[in-house]
């Protein structure tokens, strides 16, 4: 089993920045691929980004291209993710999730989820 746990978050102006990260730990080379996904109130949770493990392919959410940026340090098993000219549709739960995958942009390919942390944007 894979344990995630996240960091940062919290409340922002739009326009501002905000980074969020998440320490994997337990059986972590099982790990193909990370990333984050967020569910606003009411909605369904959507992927937002992720990267793969070995190498160093990433995969964002249309809408967050160019302003998101996710990275990760695999030997302290942690990733991040950096958010610029956030907005207040960017508002959301964000999780934190893992996948034995090499491809992870459905909550379908999830193998662990980390509780979430809370990211608010007001306009």
């Known amino acids: 089993q894979v344990q995630l746990i996240e960091s940062g978050g919290g409340l922002v102006q739009a326009g501002g920045s905000l980074s969020v990260s998440c320490a994997a730990s337990?059986?972590?080379?099982?790990?193909?691929?990370m990333g984050w996904f967020r569910q606003a109130p009411e909605k369904a949770r959507e992927f937002v980004a992720a990267?793969?493990?070995?190498?160093?392919?990433?995969y964002y959410l249309d809408s967050v291209k160019g302003r998101f940026t996710i990275s990760r340090d695999s030997a302290k098993n942690t990733l991040f993710l950096q958010m610029n000219s956030l907005k207040p549709e960017d508002t959301a739960v964000y999780y934190c999730?893992?996948?034995?995958?090499?491809?992870?942009?459905?909550?379908?390919?999830?193998?662990?989820w980390g509780k979430g942390t809370l990211v608010t944007v007001s306009a």
């Open positions: 337990g059986r972590t080379r099982s790990i193909a691929a």
């Open positions: 999730a893992a996948s034995s995958g090499d491809i992870m942009v459905t909550v379908n390919e999830v193998d662990a």
């Open positions: 990267i793969s493990w070995i190498g160093r392919s990433t």
